[in-house]
């Protein structure tokens, strides 16, 4: 998977100049300093450099590290770690003084836009650590390292930075979400500082729990993926004495499906700035958000007062809430030159505050200044005037994500696995060198929650017969599309040996498989509307799927600008349905009212997102020069209810004249690996 944006130009350059510097170490004394016309580095006090080659050394060098310091003559140690094998973190880190540790991924970025596979070190816990990972009291830097783990990485009592590096969660679906930093802080004297820059966060918390009076500052991160019910991405937990400043600038919060009262940032400190950030929020009700705003009860924690969000940009439904019953003091919260017109709701609103007792929040919130769009407003309980009459220069932020496998079966395996985490009731098995009988399976996919599969006409591909077992455990029901020509007996047999129970569905040719899909789908009650494209033509089929989805219909094909008699005779059986055809040949058969025009794949995909996903966030895109990639990701993007648009392996005008008008798409899935699409054209798309 691979992740871009694009960055304004001050922070391109932070990240162009970006060095890790450790800080100065003190020199052996001499008897007598001279001058030398050449400035070199000083040489480092013996045992103030500790240098890793082997996998497993890490544990020693800390301890060695540990040792050096308590004798007084340095303040700070680095660990530079030369090999990118694992390296087991040891249960505890105290010394008297400072550890720096630097990976072998040290001089690679981290953030929006990394490559998480790149090398880094990678850290590992014990088992024993696996609730609490390290305990970090005394301060600690950690950069160019990749970690894949569960529970808490590092339990910060003391200072703690972390830059360049990539955090991943090891649990599976259903499991407390990962997190990186638990702050264990002490309240009351602002003499510690947590720093994140430079980092990408996939499926893991960044920072939960108190994180005291420290000093915290999160910049230039990337946080992907789903807070689980009741939790966050990142979280700022009460402080109850003086606090220092707290600052989140320039980061990516791709909050995908946040669902259960969760949200992607949490602030019940005072003093936090958010600054110039992007939210992308897809949930599927109002009971996710952006920033959860709590005032803390006086016993818990000093009052919610200083905080500034400004400049981000916010898309998705609830960009900005305040549940609490607790209620929040005059100018609590200044909230101003923000993006919401991508927004659903902003809130505090009358209806959402009825139940909790929140006191005056006009006086609370400050919402003066922001750009709102066609939002209504007029139910915000906050000052909302002087809204800007356009959008403000927020950094324009675009999430690519690359779905991709080493071929066609391991896409497609790669696109269910990141979709179906928990499993699946029904799985869709496809022919791999032929799609004439699947080309109507979209629209069947997404009424039935299925991921589509992909393998050959007469071995179940090992990699498929893997991920219908991970997600089908105790068995279930997998759907073969077309008959034994397509599928043969002994692809059947194999799935019934991997514990499925097989159903077909086919026809003669393909129109009447897709005949075949569509009184499935009719005995679902989802046959609202057909849409007809050529079957002899993959592109404009599988274009059709997302739309034949969105509609709740069903994809029926012509033998090119002559209609098919099974599709004929199904059309004349259900006459009352109302029908649309996708592409020019289709349209010659005159069966159809409404139409959209066009041969070539791209314009016509173009066309066919313009007319049927306005105002669309997310869109799917595929080669146009084979269908395996378009048919795995076809469903994958009709269940988000996007559009799928065909491209060629270099992006054409129509298509960066579609984003350019279509500034509210923040996230594109791209189908397929670097032989379709390089790395260039995923850059490319994320500007």
Not at 129 to 148: C, E, F, H
Not at 278 to 288: R, T
Request: proline residues 6%; contains cysteine; charged residues 20%.
């Amino acid at each position: 998977m691979k992740l871009n944006r694009k960055l304004n130009a001050a922070t391109m350059a932070a990240v162009a100049a970006l060095t890790l510097s450790v800080p100065a170490l003190a020199q052996a004394p001499t008897a007598t300093p001279t001058p030398t016309p050449t400035a070199t580095a000083p040489a480092p006090v013996p045992g103030s450099e500790i240098t890793v080659t082997a996998k497993d050394g890490l544990v020693k060098a800390v301890e060695d590290a540990t040792k050096t310091l308590a004798e007084g003559k340095v303040k700070e140690v680095t660990i530079k770690i030369t090999t990118c094998d694992d390296q087991l973190l040891p249960p505890e880190i105290n010394a008297k003084g400072k550890i720096t540790i630097l990976g072998c991924g040290a001089d690679l970025p981290g953030g929006p836009g990394t490559d998480y596979r790149a090398k880094r070190t990678n850290l590992v816990v014990g088992d024993a650590q696996a609730v609490n990972g390290v305990m970090v009291k005394s301060p600690l830097a950690v950069s160019g390292v990749t970690a894949r783990f569960s529970g808490v990485l590092f339990e910060a009592h003391s200072s703690l930075s972390i830059t360049n590096s990539v955090f991943l969660n090891k649990r599976v679906e259903g499991n407390r979400m990962s997190r990186t930093i638990k702050g264990m802080l002490p309240g009351g004297k602002v003499e510690h500082e947590i720093m994140i820059d430079n980092v990408s966060f996939y499926h893991v918390a960044t920072l939960s729990g108190e994180t005291g009076g420290a000093k915290v500052t999160v910049k230039n991160a990337l946080l992907h993926e789903i807070p689980e019910k009741d939790r966050y991405m990142l979280a700022f937990g009460p402080s109850k004495g003086e606090s220092g400043p707290v600052l989140v600038e320039n980061c990516e919060f791709d909050g995908h499906y946040v669902k259960d009262h969760a949200s992607v940032l949490y602030i019940e400190r005072p003093n936090v700035t958010v600054r110039n950030n992007f939210f992308y929020l897809d949930s599927p009700s109002d009971e996710g958000g952006g920033i959860r705003l709590m005032s803390p009860a006086a016993d818990v924690g000093m009052p919610l007062k200083g905080v500034e969000i400004t400049g981000n940009q916010f898309i998705g439904p609830v960009a900005i809430e305040n549940p609490a019953g607790i209620p929040l003091g005059k100018d609590a919260v200044k909230i101003t030159g923000n993006d919401f017109s991508k927004a659903e709701a902003v809130l505090p609103t009358k209806e959402k505050l009825k139940d909790h007792g929140t006191v005056s929040p006009k006086e609370a919130f400050n919402a003066q200044g922001n750009f709102w769009g066609k939002l209504p407003v007029a139910d915000v309980m906050a000052d909302t005037s002087g809204a800007l009459t356009e959008a403000p220069k927020v950094p324009a932020m675009r999430i690519v994500n690359q779905l991709d496998g080493e071929t066609r079966f391991e896409t497609a395996t790669r696109i269910s696995s990141s979709t179906y985490r928990s499993g699946a009731k029904t799985v869709i098995l496809a022919r791999a060198d032929n799609v004439s009988d699947s080309v109507s399976a979209v629209p069947l996919a997404d009424e039935l929650d299925a991921p589509i599969l992909l393998t050959q006409s007469t071995t179940l591909h090992e990699a498929v017969a893997k991920e219908i077992k991970r997600l089908q455990p105790n068995g279930g029901q997998v759907i073969l599309m077309g008959g034994e020509e397509a599928l043969n007996k002994a692809v059947e047999e194999a799935v019934v040996k991997n514990g499925g129970k097989v159903e077909r569905i086919a026809g003669a040719n393909r129109a009447a498989t897709a005949v075949e899909t569509a009184k499935k789908l009719k005995a679902m009650n989802k046959q609202k509307e057909f849409v007809l494209v050529d079957g002899a033509d993959w592109q404009p089929d599988l274009i059709a799927g997302p739309v034949a989805a969105k509609v709740e219909g069903a994809t029926l094909l012509t033998n090119g600008d002559q209609m098919a008699p099974e599709t004929a005779a199904y059309l004349k059986e259900n006459a009352s349905v109302k029908v649309t055809a996708i592409g020019d040949k289709a349209i010659k058969t005159n069966a159809a009212k409404e139409m959209v025009a066009g041969m070539e794949p791209t314009a016509l995909s173009i066309s066919v997102a313009n007319q049927f996903f306005k105002d669309v966030k997310i869109i799917g895109m595929a080669t146009t020069v084979d269908f395996a990639d378009a048919l795995a990701g076809g469903y994958h993007i009709a269940e988000k209810e996007g559009p799928l648009l065909l491209v060629p392996t270099a992006i054409p005008a129509n298509v960066t004249e579609y984003l350019k008008t279509n500034p509210q798409i923040g996230y594109i899935n791209v189908y397929g690996g670097e032989t379709r699409f390089s790395e260039k054209v995923i850059e490319e798309l994320g500007k």
